[in-house]
C-alpha cells in the first residue's frame, strides 16, 4: 500500500550545476520504483557495478533531458532522441548545444520522440527515420524521413512515411526502428493500450512492422492479403509494448523486447507471421498451438533475476570486438525498474547477469569503439562499460560541489575504472584524510567552518594513480524550506476523468513565504511495483489541476503521487509528496450458460471472471460466437447491458455483473473451418455440410462433417465416407466402416477451436504435405489431438462463422437440431408433443410461458393451454384471458367466455366468440434468444399491443408501415415474445 506522505529534506547544490528535482517521466510503460524520491542531483551518480572486475563503467555524455533512444550514427557520431522531440548528437564526446532536430511532438505521459535509424546507405543518400507522436490534426504516432545536412536536417525534407492512427491512451506506444539486412525498415509499435489490437489485422497497433524505404508495403508481408489498410504491414503480431528491438548484423536475427503486465518480460524472437499471444498469454505458456513461445521470459519482482520493465537490447557484433571472445554474438538487454543489464546467448538461451546498479537503462546500443554504452535516464546521462583489463586507474565520474546547510552530511563520490584492485585516499584540501579510503566520503555534520574545504580522490591500482578534480564544500547557516501541499488532502481519492486538483505553500526560515515561482509539481502514476508519467515538471504556480484520463491502464492497483518540490534563494531545497488513491469496485462478467469464455479487456477468460476496476476508467468486454462447450455449439445473442458483441463500458460507481448470453445453435448458419497455420479452409453450415471450400483431401474429395450422437465422420461424394489408412484419409464405402471422430474442444485465441480424436483412440490430424498440396490425417502424437507434437505442418482447425454462399442453409424440420427460424425441435414432425410439424412451440402443451415486452417489464404468464396464470398487468376492462387457439387463429378469451375485440383500436370485452376478432400469430424471429411474435387481426390489419404509459393498460393499435414485428407508430409500440416461466398458482 503507498505511503499517503512522503517528505524528504535534503540540500541542493549552487544553482550553475542545479538540474530540475522532480520525478522524472519515462516513455517505456514503467519507470522507478514507487518508493523512489526524485534525484536531488542529475549530474552525480556511483557507477554501474560490471560483474566482471576486468569492465569499468564511465559517463560518456551529460546534460540530456528525458532520453528515450539512442543510436550510432555509421560516421560515429551518436544520435540522442529526447522526449520533448529534441534529437540531440554527441559528436567527439561532446553534447553539441543545437538539435540536430527539433519536432513539435505531443509530450504527455509516453508520448514523444521515440525512435531513430539511419538508412543502410546514408553516406550517400544522408535519410534518417524517425518516430514521433505528431500533433498534426489528431494526436497520433508518425514515421517520417528525413534528410541530413552535417549536424543539422535539411529544413523541409520530412516525408511522412506512416501515420499510424489517432491515440487513445497516451501509453504503450513502443517506437523503436532499425533496418533488415533484407533492406526493409522494421517499426515496433505498441496497443495503445487496447488489448484487443494485438490480434486484430484491422489495426497496426500491438504489431511489428515492416516497410519498404519509401513507405510502401511489402507486398511478400505475412498477412499482406489478409489485414486491411496499414495492417498489411504486420510483420508479427501479438504484442503489448515492443519498446525495444535490434537485428543481429552479419546472421539478421531479430530480437524484440516486450513489456509486460501482469507477471513476465519477454525478448521474442522475431519470425515472420509469428504471433506472439498477447493478450492470451504473457510468458512461456502450453498448449498454444499457432502461437509463438518467447525465446526468453523473466519474472516481475525484485532482484537480478527479475525485473518489471525490459527496455533495452544490443548483439554485440562491433567491426572490431573490443570484448573478450566469448561476449561476441551475445544478446544485451536490460531492465529499467530493477537496474541492471544481462547478455544472453542466442543459440543456448543461457543467461548472465553483467552489470548493476544502472541508473534506470532505456537503451542499449555497441559503439565503433566496441564498448557497450546504455542511455540512463535516472541521471539523463549515456554511460559507456569498457573492457580495462590491464589498465592504470582513470575517472569516470567525478565528486560534484555540493550546498549543505550547517549541521547536516555532505556525500561525495568518485567512481573509476581500470586493473583491478583500485584503492581509494580522500584528501581535504591536498591532505589525505585518515580513514577515507573508499569510494564515497561522508562529512557528518558539516559546520560553518567546513565551508570552502576543496575534497577529492586518489585513485591506484598496480599500474599506476590519477587523482579526480575537486569538489568544493558550500555550507550555509540557512535552513532547508518547508514544502506544505493542501490538496489533495491525506486520504484522497480519485475517480477516473475527472481533475486532479493541486495545491501548496512553501515557508523559509530566512526568506519567508515563498512565491510560486520557488515551487516545481510533478504527478507520477503507479502501477503495481512500477511507473508511468503523468504530469512533468512544472514550476511557477501554486496551484493547478491535472487530468486524469479514463483510458489506459485498467488494473485497480494503481494510484498517483503528487510531488512539490520547493527552492530557497541560497539553492536548499525540500520536496513531499501525497498518494491520492482510486475509487475501486468489484466487477464480473460471466455467461449464460456458465463455462463459456469471455474477453476481458480483451483477454480471454473462463465465465465467470471476477476482477475489480476504477470507477470511470473505459474497459471492454466481448465473446466469441460460436462457442463449443459441453458437447453444444453457442451462439452469443446478448450482454446484459445492451452493447454489441464486443463493447467499451465506463466502470460503474457501484458492482456491477456483465452477462453475456448464448443459445445452443447447430444450424442456419455457416462456419469456415480455418486452418490455424495456413489459409486452407471449409465452410460448413449449421449441420455440418461443406459448402464451400479451398483444401481438398487425398482422392479430391470436398468433405460433409455428418454428426452421429459425439462422433462425427467425413463424408465423401455419393455417401462415400473417409477412414484412416496408414494416417491418410481414403475412401470407404459405407458409414459402419468409415472411422469415426470425436470432436474435441481445443480453445484457441478466443476462437473455437476443434480437433478431432479417431475412434481408434489414435489423434489424427490434417496435415498438408506442402503449402497447397491436399490436407491428410496423421497421428498428432504426445501432444493429442489438440496440440500436435508430431514434425511438418501439423495443424488443427477451429471454427468461425461466415456468410453462407448463396444464402443460408435452409433448416430441416425434424433432425433434431433448432436451425434459425425453428422454435424447437424433436427429432420428428408429429403435432400434439409440444413441437408442431413445422417446429414451432405448440400452446397445448404442459407447462407455463411468460408472454414478455421486448419493450418494458409489462408481462402475462399463460399455462400451456393459454390460460393466464399470472399477470404484470392488465387490459381494458381488467379481463384475465386466456390465448386460444383455432386453426392458426388465436382469440384472447375473457372471464366467463367473453373474448376479446378490438373496438376502436382497443381491446374490449365481447361476450360471444363470432364476433370477437381474431389474431393470426406472426413469427418475428429471436429477441435476446426468445421466440418474439406479432398479432395480425382478422381485418388484416397489424395490431400490436400498446401501453401509453408506464403501468397503463395494454392496447391495440395499428402498427403502421413497419408491419407487425417492426412497427414504427409513434408511441410506445411493441410486440412479446414467450419466455419459459414457473407456473404460479391457477388462475381464474
Known amino acids: 500500500m503507498p505511503s499517503q506522505l512522503r517528505t524528504s529534506v535534503r540540500a541542493g547544490c549552487p544553482q550553475p550545476l542545479i538540474v530540475a528535482c522532480a520525478v522524472l517521466s519515462l516513455v517505456v510503460g514503467c519507470s522507478m520504483p514507487p518508493t523512489q524520491e526524485p534525484p536531488a542531483l542529475a549530474v552525480s551518480r556511483a557507477s554501474a557495478v560490471v560483474q566482471d572486475a576486468n569492465f569499468a563503467d564511465s559517463v560518456f555524455v551529460s546534460g540530456l533531458q528525458g532520453p528515450t533512444t539512442m543510436t550510432f550514427a555509421p560516421d560515429g557520431r551518436l544520435f540522442v532522441s529526447e522526449k520533448n522531440g529534441a534529437l540531440r548528437i554527441v559528436a567527439n564526446g561532446q553534447l553539441l548545444a543545437t538539435p540536430f532536430l527539433t519536432l513539435a511532438v505531443d509530450n504527455d505521459n509516453e508520448r514523444g520522440l521515440m525512435g531513430v535509424a539511419f538508412d543502410p546507405n546514408f553516406a550517400s543518400n544522408h535519410y534518417l527515420y524517425v518516430y514521433y507522436t505528431s500533433i498534426a490534426g489528431s494526436i497520433h504516432n508518425r514515421i517520417s524521413r528525413f534528410t541530413a545536412n552535417g549536424n543539422g536536417v535539411v529544413p523541409g525534407s520530412e516525408l511522412v512515411l506512416a501515420d499510424l492512427p489517432t491515440l487513445d491512451a497516451a501509453n504503450h506506444n513502443g517506437g523503436a526502428v532499425r533496418f533488415g539486412l533484407d533492406g526493409k525498415l522494421y517499426v515496433s509499435v505498441g496497443d495503445n493500450a487496447v488489448s484487443s489490437n494485438s490480434q486484430s489485422l484491422n489495426t497496426p497497433l500491438g504489431k511489428l512492422l515492416r516497410f519498404n524505404p519509401d513507405g510502401t508495403i511489402p507486398t511478400d508481408n505475412p498477412f499482406y492479403a489478409t489485414a486491411t489498410g496499414l495492417a498489411k504491414a ?36 522475431g519470425q515472420a507471421g509469428a504471433n506472439y499471444g498477447w493478450p492470451m498469454t504473457e510468458g512461456y505458456f502450453t498448449n498454444r498451438p499457432g502461437l509463438t513461445q518467447p525465446f526468453f521470459a523473466y519474472p516481475h519482482g525484485a532482484g537480478t533475476a527479475a525485473g518489471n520493465c525490459i527496455a533495452g537490447g544490443a548483439f554485440y557484433n562491433p567491426p572490431i570486438p573490443a570484448f573478450p571472445s566469448a561476449y561476441v554474438g551475445q544478446y544485451f538487454f536490460a531492465d529499467y525498474t530493477n537496474n541492471w543489464i544481462s547478455r544472453i546467448d542466442p543459440n543456448s538461451g543461457a543467461r548472465s547477469l553483467f552489470a548493476t546498479a544502472v541508473p534506470g537503462p532505456v537503451d542499449l546500443d555497441v559503439g565503433p569503439d566496441g564498448a557497450l554504452y546504455y542511455l540512463a535516464r535516472g541521471t539523463g546521462q549515456v554511460g559507456r562499460i569498457a573492457y580495462t583489463a590491464s589498465l592504470p586507474p582513470s575517472i569516470a565520474q567525478q565528486p560534484a560541489s555540493t550546498l549543505v546547510s550547517v549541521g547536516t552530511p555532505a556525500t561525495f563520490t568518485v567512481s573509476a575504472s581500470g586493473e583491478p584492485p583500485l584503492t581509494y585516499q580522500w584528501q581535504r584540501d591536498g591532505v589525505n584524510i585518515a580513514g577515507a579510503t573508499s569510494t564515497s566520503y561522508v562529512l557528518s555534520a558539516a559546520q560553518l567552518t567546513d565551508s570552502g574545504a576543496r575534497f577529492r580522490a586518489v585513485v591506484t591500482n598496480g599500474l599506476g594513480s590519477t587523482t579526480s578534480t575537486e569538489a568544493v564544500l558550500t555550507v550555509t547557516s540557512n535552513k532547508p524550506p518547508v514544502a506544505t501541499i493542501l490538496t489533495p488532502a491525506p486520504g484522497a481519492t480519485y475517480t477516473a476523468a475527472t481533475h486532479l486538483l493541486f495545491s501548496g505553500s512553501a515557508s523559509d526560515q530566512e526568506d519567508g513565504a515563498l512565491p510560486p515561482s520557488a515551487m516545481t509539481w510533478s504527478i507520477v502514476f503507479h502501477h503495481d511495483t512500477h511507473t508511468h508519467p503523468a504530469m512533468t515538471d512544472t514550476t511557477g504556480i501554486a496551484s493547478g489541476s491535472w487530468p486524469i484520463p479514463n483510458v489506459g491502464e485498467s488494473s485497480a492497483n494503481v494510484w498517483y503521487r503528487v510531488y512539490l518540490t520547493v527552492r530557497d534563494s541560497v539553492g536548499l531545497t525540500h520536496t513531499t509528496s501525497r498518494d491520492v488513491l482510486p475509487v475501486t469496485v468489484p466487477l464480473t462478467v460471466t455467461s449464460v450458460p456458465s463455462g463459456l469464455q469471455v474477453l476481458m479487456d480483451g483477454r480471454p477468460f473462463v465465465a465467470p471472471h471476477d476482477t475489480t476496476g476504477v470507477v470511470g476508467v473505459v474497459r471492454s468486454v466481448g465473446v466469441e460466437s460460436p462457442q463449443y462447450a459441453n458437447g453444444k455449439f453457442w451462439a452469443f445473442t446478448s450482454w446484459s447491458d445492451g452493447g454489441a458483441q464486443s463493447h467499451p463500458f465506463t466502470t460503474p460507481a457501484s458492482a456491477a455483473i456483465y452477462t453475456a448470453t448464448f ?93 478431432f480424436q479417431a475412434s481408434s483412440g489414435s489423434a489424427p490430424h490434417w496435415k498438408e504435405t506442402t503449402p497447397d498440396g491436399p490436407i491428410q490425417s496423421g497421428d498428432g502424437g504426445n501432444g493429442g489431438a489438440c496440440n500436435p507434437a508430431d514434425g511438418g505442418a501439423w495443424e488443427a482447425f477451429y471454427l468461425e462463422p461466415v456468410a453462407c454462399p448463396g444464402g443460408n442453409t435452409s433448416p430441416v424440420c425434424g433432425n433434431g437440431t433448432v436451425e434459425s427460424g425453428e422454435q424447437c425441435d424433436d427429432g420428428n414432425t408429429q403435432p400434439g408433443d409440444g413441437c408442431d410439424a413445422t417446429c414451432h412451440i405448440e400452446t397445448s402443451g404442459a407447462g407455463c410461458f411468460r408472454i414478455q415486452s421486448e419493450r418494458s417489464d409489462n408481462w402475462l404468464t399463460v399455462d400451456g393451454t393459454g390460460k393466464v396464470a399470472a399477470l404484470g398487468t392488465t387490459q381494458t376492462g381488467g379481463a384475465v384471458f386466456e390465448l386460444v387457439t383455432s386453426g392458426s387463429k388465436y382469440k384472447l378469451k375473457g372471464a366467463s367466455g367473453a373474448y376479446m375485440a378490438v373496438v376502436a383500436d382497443q381491446l374490449t370485452v365481447n361476450a360471444t366468440l363470432s364476433t370477437a376478432e381474431s389474431f393470426t400469430r406472426h413469427d418475428c424471429g429471436l429477441y435476446g434468444g426468445r421466440s418474439r411474435y406479432g398479432f395480425e387481426s382478422s381485418t388484416g390489419t397489424a395490431r400490436n399491443w400498446k401501453e401509453n404509459t408506464l403501468g397503463a393498460p395494454i392496447q391495440s393499435g395499428n402498427g403502421g408501415n413497419g408491419g407487425i414485428c417492426n412497427p414504427t407508430d409513434a408511441g410506445s409500440w411493441e410486440a412479446f415474445y414467450l419466455e419459459p416461466a414457473t407456473c404460479p398458482p391457477p388462475g381464474p
Open 234 to 269: 504486420t510483420w508479427a503480431m501479438g504484442l503489448r509494448n515492443p519498446f525495444t528491438f535490434d537485428i543481429q548484423p552479419g546472421t539478421g536475427t531479430m530480437f524484440i523486447n516486450d513489456v509486460g503486465e501482469g507477471g513476465w518480460e519477454e525478448i521474442n524472437r
Open 663 to 755: 443459445v445452443e445453435t447447430s444450424g442456419g448458419s455457416c462456419y469456415q473451418i480455418q486452418s490455424e497455420r495456413s489459409d486452407k479452409w471449409l465452410t460448413v453450415d449449421g449441420a455440418g455440410k461443406v459448402v464451400a471450400g479451398s483444401a481438398t483431401q487425398a482422392g479430391g474429395q470436398i468433405f460433409q462433417l455428418v454428426p452421429n450422437g459425439t462422433q462425427f465422420k467425413l463424408k465423401g461424394s455419393g455417401d462415400a465416407f473417409m477412414a484412416v489408412v496408414t494416417n491418410q484419409l481414403a475412401m470407404s464405402a459405407n458409414f459402419s466402416t468409415g472411422e469415426a471422430f470425436t470432436r474435441i474442444p481445443c480453445g484457441y485465441g478466443g476462437r473455437t477451436r476443434v480437433g
